[in-house]
């Protein structure tokens, strides 16, 4: 393909490298630095060299895609803002200390049942300067009214560090926070804040006061309640009031896409656009004028949908594709493409592990690389069926490119993606012409009727065509497993296939078949590793007790009768089954003992019945039992003592001072999470 064969892909390539081994390593920076300066001046050496001896270019272009790899190690270790010198997690000493605070809110958050969230900056800790972002939970009260962005607080809490998940396999929030930079929450109520006299006024908070605007404005013209918050999700990308059944809708159609403001919206907005310009004369003075155009639409939009990250990402990205479009080369696209990564990930590397980032990316590459192959089998003549192959051959290869992808993180793939962007995507295109368009309008106080009651009617039948496509969930393939090994084989073989699929020859059907066979061999390798695996797992349930066996691919579940009828448990048990390519055996109830790799474990329950005279090598707490644990530790001695989610707080307060001064380990999963035996 001749997009790898560009000298600035294999440099994007090797400073994306750079990146991910400084950012899961963590080298040591004078080491990064000092390699950096010794590759940099072999470097210049090197080129003046290279002037008159072109016979030692290859050395050159190792040393340009090494140096490329350790600008990409710096960079994110630059923009890892818990090594500042002035950042928070210095400054806090320990979790129990009550701390000062003085922060200016960035950003607001999708709300959860109980708490207000925002991204915030800190200033100052303590009266001291501080930096760095956290995340800001504030206590809802039936008076609780938004904080504007910008806003100053002060207040005093304790600086909380993530921590990691209660339950095996479970998503670590903690670890997706810190690759945002935010290394610590903070959990506060109104009635402690004081605001700031001060506001910053930065474009930040303009965008909020003036996306506020428009919000209230819809508000007032009487829209659609349930469909107010779908528009603003697709116009202005704030999430926040969607209902989950909706959200839910859209996932099983294959759509949940078109809920964020991304690649996709601003992509049609530049396909507008360029259609509205293509009236004007082709030369280098107009081109330059549909740029500048363009350009000024792209960032209008991002500054009226609030300069989420999303939104930057992808006008800027679309920004470099519109450079590629008006210069009239045939593989400047790729070019293009490729520059804006580069740029992005030198601004902002933290990117490079947001879901978005990488799905737009994908997406985008497989539709420029994929799409022209796909309408080679078959080329209608006719406008309208040619208009609707497109569609579909888009949706194709955007599909199979961030088939793998979607796979790994969600688990899930809906059958029927075709038909909803056949049906949706020349709709949305038209969507988001009226949306824009109103929400202009009630940018400048302009609430016309027509235009409000046309995309109400749009917007209502948009989704109720969504909820009639969910409703076919048989189509809906879930909880499908898929390893990190096998998702890079998985790329691989995509890759190999498509290539040969390009230019079929014998050298790409060879590496197709090597792909098809280490896709085989890590499927073979993950069943054996499972097949011999054996673990048993304590897990942490709030007021309840459950407990995994688990041999091979079967897993035997420990809990009451009605254990499984709770959504949280049945969530955290699907989470595991399906990150362990692993089922369901039974379901038994709690025992007193159980036997695990030659060790014994005792459970005492509340009503504290267990064999009298046997001991114990591990000893499960569970549902508050009135056990007197000092004279039970020095009859039986056991080498662990466990404590569940079901037993009271203050009883597992007791266990762990006794514990600790019978020098005996403790483990509560409330605090240290499951407790698991391998």
């Not at 910008?150 to 670890?175: C, M, R, T, W």
């Not at 790329?491 to 290539?499: A, P």
């Not at 005492?604 to 000893?619: E, T």
Request: charged fraction near 15%; proline fraction near 4%.
């Amino acid at each position: 393909m001749k997009a790898f064969q560009f000298p600035l892909t294999r440099i994007t390539i090797c400073f994306v490298l750079g990146i991910v081994m400084a950012f899961w390593i963590k080298p040591s920076i004078l080491i990064v630095g000092i390699s950096t300066f010794v590759l940099l001046t072999m470097l210049i050496g090197l080129y003046f060299y290279t002037i008159k001896n072109f016979q030692k270019k290859s050395y050159f272009l190792i040393l340009v895609y090494s140096l490329s790899f350790c600008i990409g190690t710096a960079t994110q270790i630059a923009h890892s803002e818990n090594l500042k010198k002035h950042h928070y997690l210095r400054q806090c000493k320990s979790p129990e200390t009550l701390h000062t605070i003085e922060l200016r809110l960035d950003e607001k958050l999708k709300n959860t049942t109980f708490n207000q969230r925002y991204i915030a900056s800190v200033k100052k800790i303590d009266r001291k300067k501080s930096t760095g972002k956290i995340l800001v939970n504030i206590k809802k009260t039936n008076l609780s009214s938004s904080f504007e962005i910008g806003s100053y607080l002060n207040f005093e809490a304790k600086i909380v560090k993530h921590q990691p998940p209660k339950n095996p396999n479970q998503f670590d929030y903690g670890q997706y926070l810190s690759q945002k930079s935010i290394f610590a929450q903070l959990y506060i109520k109104e009635n402690q804040i004081k605001i700031g006299e001060n506001t910053a006024k930065n474009p930040r908070y303009y965008a909020a006061k003036l996306r506020n605007k428009i919000i209230n404005n819809l508000e007032k013209s009487d829209f659609n309640k349930i469909d107010l918050p779908v528009i603003i999700a697709l116009i202005l990308g704030q999430q926040q009031d969607i209902s989950k059944a909706i959200v839910q809708d859209y996932q099983y159609a294959g759509a949940v896409h078109i809920l964020s403001v991304s690649g996709l919206h601003v992509g049609f907005i530049l396909l507008f656009l360029h259609f509205l310009l293509s009236r004007f004369p082709k030369n280098n003075r107009w081109n330059f004028f549909r740029l500048l155009v363009v350009f000024f639409s792209l960032w209008i939009f991002a500054f009226i949908s609030g300069l989420s990250p999303s939104v930057l990402r992808s006008v800027t990205m679309f920004c470099f594709i519109a450079v590629g479009m008006y210069l009239k080369r045939e593989t400047n696209i790729f070019h293009t493409l490729t520059v804006s990564i580069l740029l992005i990930l030198l601004v902002e590397p933290s990117f490079l592990f947001d879901i978005g980032f990488q799905l737009s990316y994908i997406s985008l590459f497989f539709i420029l690389w994929l799409q022209p192959l796909i309408t080679r089998i078959w080329s209608p003549q006719n406008k309208i069926i040619r208009y609707f192959w497109n569609i579909l051959t888009v949706s194709f290869a955007a599909q199979i490119g961030t088939l793998p992808l979607s796979i790994y993180y969600f688990h899930q793939f809906p059958g029927l993606f075709f038909i909803t962007n056949l049906i949706i995507l020349p709709a949305l295109g038209a969507i988001m012409a009226v949306g824009v368009f109103v929400m202009i309008l009630a940018a400048f106080d302009c609430m016309l009727t027509y235009p409000l009651a046309l995309l109400e009617w749009m917007v209502h039948l948009l989704n109720k065509i969504i909820s009639t496509i969910a409703s076919f969930e048989t189509f809906v393939i879930k909880d499908i497993p898929l390893h990190s090994y096998l998702l890079i084989s998985l790329y691989l073989l995509l890759i190999g296939i498509v290539l040969w699929f390009e230019k079929p020859n014998f050298n790409r059907f060879i590496f197709a078949s090597f792909c098809v066979l280490l896709f085989q061999i890590g499927l073979l390798h993950i069943q054996y590793e499972n097949e011999r695996r054996r673990e048993w797992i304590v897990f942490d349930i709030k007021n309840s007790s459950l407990i995994t066996d688990r041999i091979g691919k079967e897993v035997t579940i420990y809990g009451h009768d009605t254990i499984l009828n709770n959504p949280f448990v049945q969530q955290n048990l699907t989470t595991y089954l399906v990150a362990n390519f692993s089922k369901m055996k039974q379901k038994k109830a709690l025992k007193n003992v159980f036997f695990f790799n030659d060790k014994k474990i005792l459970m005492i329950d509340s009503l504290c019945v267990y064999p009298k005279k046997n001991n114990a090598d591990i000893v499960v707490l569970i549902q508050s039992p009135k056990v007197n644990l000092k004279r039970f530790l020095n009859d039986r001695k056991p080498k662990v003592v466990v404590a569940d989610g079901s037993n009271f707080k203050s009883y597992v307060a007791l266990w762990k001072a006794t514990c600790e001064k019978e020098k005996i380990p403790f483990h509560a999963t409330g605090e240290k999470g499951f407790y698991k035996l391998e």
